[in-house]
């Protein structure tokens, strides 16, 4: 069967199922009337936002791809115009599936959430099928569609490095849904909690607090649509990565193109929909649960086992009996990636020995509580990072055994293969992954539909282990999208050393390939290390930019928040102060004034840190050349990586540290306010900067692959 033919036939499948599964969520109740009145208000401030957040990554994707078009039509060497107009339009359908990935998400949670709470009336398990009807939906959606537009594409050009502007084009729409919808999400929370909680001493989803439908907007276009786009683009930029690294290996090894070694990335995405339809299947057939991740943890263990098992019949298939060490690579990446997962529980878990210590400190006051939570996430990068180089090391090992036995002739390129592969087993049970994402959202939305509709105690109480669960699977989801990042960082950086050794052995048209350009682009791999030498000026250059870029994007985007979270503070006392008995019940908040202080923060705040990472790396390549850009790729990677562990697991560890106290009736005492204030450092830090750190170094290296031509020149000889 053509390999093409299959990877197109699975992501139609998998399109179809997203849609069925939405359509049968689409046919559950909603409830009542409260229900569906609040239901209403979240998916109308959420599709709002949306739609002026689209208008404005549009305007800015289109001037981006004018540049992309004029830097390429200034080398009619390498296709000139033709070229750069192809490179182009690769680029806004990377923007625009990226962006209707966001949407989907956004969607699928907003119809979701309001059956999930009245599904809970039914009992805890039916509330959780639901939730997972609805998360299955925008994960197969959002794998399906990666799968589809990379095998079009790759149909349409026959050569990977044209997919570039695809992943870059994705990369760039996510990083602005994933920052904007951060910014608008905690800007909300923030308020809520600081002067609901802790002035009036209301409870979290109270709608007396005027910022609550804000707060629970912000879950949708934040957790789900920012998280869409986010996962979109990290299977999207690792698969044209290890395509790109396919290419050369096959060049190499064959004399020649081999597409089904080029295209083995879509296969392994394809038959992870395939694993991901039957743990989903498994996880709302249950019946009932000890513990609500109960489903969804052996929902993710299926998938991942039969993923294993079908990498196995697909590396047979593909490289024959020597492929073993291959397989291996993938299974070791399979396993990193949950393990990476469950490091969550050990550092941020409410069981966690950290978060308690967080919460006794914050006896003391909120100084304290943030001092252990940012010790917390700053310990807690060992394991994560540890696991990821044993990964790494592993894989190139085994990579390089592999290349030996073939006669590839070049054990270093088979030990970059070796990590490829190892990603890609990562990301075999990306769509299960992405699943368990899009419950977390949901299910806070249903808790925060019951509460604000005072619904009845029971609704409520099976609501209440879901909710702990969303606090859990968000954990998880990151933690694994954080690990795959530092994978993928090492792939699509090798992807584009290896695409500037094509560039320099002068391969421009892969249907001429023969024994002599393969003995060139052996060659130029050869000799590439020796152009990055640690005492050249532009490498020392580009790494010390790169390892401050996600520093100064990080400080940005926390920035935001507070300014947001500033005008909602103000807002909201303005309404307690105002509002004749808003506190008491009589007064009606004004929650669409929130809404707009959430959305016009979001929406102008977000476009000088996307813009400030974007135009770096292109102004210091044109100066310095590429290998001043490999080193500033590398150097952010290298900072990025600890740097988001610390704001994933530090604040995840301070939100957890509130919860134990709320859980141990301690809700309103000083240690509880003192909670609530980390969190509100917790926040950002887990919500808005380090989930973007991870779309910010992919967008680096998509953004380096796109621009390899115009890296080539070098105005300064450094």
Same mark, same amino acid.
């Given at each position: 069967?053509?390999p093409?033919l299959?990877?197109?036939?699975i ?9 069925l599964?939405?359509?049968?969520v689409?046919?559950? #109740?909603?409830g @009542?009337?409260?229900?569906v ?10 599709s709002?936002?949306l739609?002026r957040q689209? =208008? &404005? $990554?549009a ?7 004018v540049?992309i078009?004029?830097s390429f ?5 390498? %296709?000139?115009?033709?070229y750069?107009?192809a490179m ?5 359908? /990377?923007v625009t599936f990226s ?7 956004m969607?699928a ?5 309001? =059956? &999930?709470?009245?599904?809970a ?9 639901v939730?997972?009807?609805g998360g299955a939906s ?12 990379l095998? $079009?594409l790759?149909a349409v050009?026959?050569d990977?490095?044209l997919l ?7 990369s760039l729409?996510a990083?602005f849904?994933?920052? /904007?919808?951060?910014?608008y999400?905690k800007?909300?929370d923030? %308020? ?7 002035e009036?001493g209301i409870?979290?989803d109270d ?6 439908v804000?707060?629970l907007?912000g879950?949708n276009?934040g957790d789900?649509a920012?998280r869409?786009?986010?996962l979109f683009?990290?299977?999207?930029a ?6 790109i690294?396919a290419?050369?290996v096959s060049?190499i090894?064959f004399?020649?193109v081999n597409?089904?070694?080029v295209?083995?990335p879509?296969?392994?995405r ?5 694993a ?9 057939? =249950?019946k !009932?649960?000890?513990?609500a ?6 929902g ?8 294993a098992?079908m990498?196995?019949?697909?590396s047979?298939?593909?490289?024959? @009996?020597?492929?073993?060490p291959l397989?291996l ?7 990193a990636?949950v ?5 969550s529980e050990l ?6 020995s950290?978060?308690?210590?967080i919460?006794?400190n ?9 001092m252990?939570?940012l010790?917390t /996430?700053?310990i807690?990068?060992?394991l994560p990072?540890?696991t990821?180089?044993?990964a790494?090391?592993?894989?190139y090992?085994?990579g390089?055994f ?7 002739g070049?054990?270093?390129l088979g ?6 592969m190892a990603?890609? !087993?990562m ?7 992405l699943?368990?994402d899009g419950v /977390? ?16 105690p029971? $609704?409520?109480?099976r609501l209440?282990?879901?909710d702990?669960l969303?606090n859990t699977?968000?954990a998880l989801?990151?933690?694994y999208?954080?690990?795959?990042a530092?994978?993928?960082a090492?792939?699509l950086?090798?992807a584009?050393?290896?695409e ?5 052995? %002068?391969i421009?048209?892969?249907g001429?390939i023969?024994v002599e350009?393969?003995?060139?682009l052996?060659k130029s791999v ?6 990055l *030498? ?5 490498i ?5 930019i790169g390892?401050?870029i #996600?520093?100064?994007?990080?400080? *940005? ?6 300014? !947001?979270a500033?005008?909602m503070?103000?807002?909201?006392r ?5 509002i004749?008995g808003i506190?008491?019940g009589?007064g ?7 809404v707009d202080i959430s959305?016009?923060t ?5 476009v000088t840190? &996307?813009?400030?990472?974007t135009?770096?790396?292109?102004l210091?390549g044109?100066?310095?050349g590429?290998r001043?850009v490999?080193a500033?790729?590398?150097?952010? &990677?290298?900072s990025a990586? #600890?740097?988001a ?5 530090g604040?995840a560890a301070m939100?957890?540290?509130k ?5 141990s009736g301690?809700?309103g005492t000083?240690a509880?306010?003192?909670?609530v204030?980390?969190?509100t450092l917790g926040d950002?830090?887990?919500?808005t900067?380090a ?9 680096l ?7 390899i031509?115009l890296?080539m020149?070098g105005?300064?000889?450094?």
């Open positions: 069967m053509d093409l299959f990877t197109l036939s992501g139609i499948v998998g399109a179809v199922a997203s849609v599964l939405i359509a049968y689409e046919r559950l #109740p909603k @009542p009337d409260s229900f009145a609040i239901w209403r208000a979240i998916r109308e401030g959420s709002a936002y739609r689209f =208008r &404005t $990554i305007l800015l994707a289109g001037g981006i791809a540049l078009l004029v039509s200034a080398f009619p060497a390498i %296709g000139g115009f033709v750069g107009l182009a339009g690769s680029f806004l359908l /990377g962006l209707v990935a966001a949407f989907i998400a969607d949670a907003t119809r979701a959430n309001v =059956r &999930t709470a009245y599904a009336s039914h009992g805890s398990m039916p509330a959780l099928r939730a997972t009807l925008l994960g197969l959606a959002v794998i399906a569609m990666s799968l589809l537009g095998s $079009i790759y050009f026959r990977p490095g570039a502007g695809f992943g870059f084009g994705a729409a990083l849904a994933q920052l /904007g919808g951060g910014i999400t800007s909300a923030i %308020g809520a909690d600081l002067v609901g909680k802790v009036a409870p979290e709608p007396r607090n005027p910022a609550v804000a707060d907007v879950d276009v789900e920012g869409g786009a986010d683009e990290s299977v999207t690792e698969n044209l990565g290890g395509m690294i290419l050369v060049i090894l004399k020649g597409e089904l070694y295209v083995t879509l296969i392994i394809a038959l992870g929909v395939v991901t339809l039957v743990g989903v299947f498994w996880a709302v057939s =249950r !009932g649960f000890r513990e991740i109960g489903p969804l943890r052996e993710l263990f299926i998938t991942s086992i039969l993923a098992v990498m196995y019949i697909a047979w298939y593909i490289f024959g @009996p020597s492929g073993w397989y690579t993938m299974v070791i990446g399979l396993v990636g393990l990476i997962m469950f490091y550092y941020t878990g409410v069981r966690s950290y978060v308690a210590v919460a006794q914050s006896q003391s006051g909120p100084a304290l509580t943030a252990s939570g010790s /996430g700053m807690s990068s060992m990072v540890a990821v180089v044993a790494v090391a592993a894989s090992i085994l390089s592999w290349s030996e036995s073939v006669g590839l070049d054990p270093l030990g970059i293969y070796g990590t490829t990603t890609m !087993g990301l075999s049970t990306a769509g299960f992954i699943t368990m /977390g959202p949901i299910v806070d939305n249903a808790g925060g539909i019951a509460e604000m509709t005072n619904a009845e029971e $609704i409520r109480e209440e282990p879901l702990a969303g699977t968000k989801t990151k933690s999208a954080m690990g795959s530092a994978l993928a090492l792939l950086f090798q584009f050393l290896l500037v050794a094509r560039y320099l052995a %002068g421009f048209e892969l001429t023969g350009e393969a003995e060139n052996l050869e000799e590439l290390s020796q152009g *030498q640690l005492n050249s000026p532009a020392v250059i580009g790494l010390f390892g401050m #996600p520093f100064l994007f990080s400080g *940005q985007a926390m920035n935001a928040v507070a300014k !947001g500033y005008r503070v103000e807002e909201v303005r309404q307690f102060a105002s004749p506190l008491d009589t009606r908040p004004e929650y669409g004034r929130c959305t016009s979001a929406l102008r705040l977000m840190p &996307t813009l400030t990472v135009l770096a790396p292109i210091l044109v100066l310095l590429w001043a490999g500033l790729v590398m150097g952010a &990677t290298i990586i #600890p740097l562990i610390l704001g994933f697991y604040g939100d957890n540290a919860k134990l106290l709320e859980i301690k809700k000083d509880h306010k003192a909670t204030v980390g969190d950002p830090m887990k919500d900067y989930p973007s750190l991870h779309i910010l170094i992919k967008l290296n998509t953004l380096s692959l796109v621009f031509p890296f020149i105005l300064l000889p450094l």
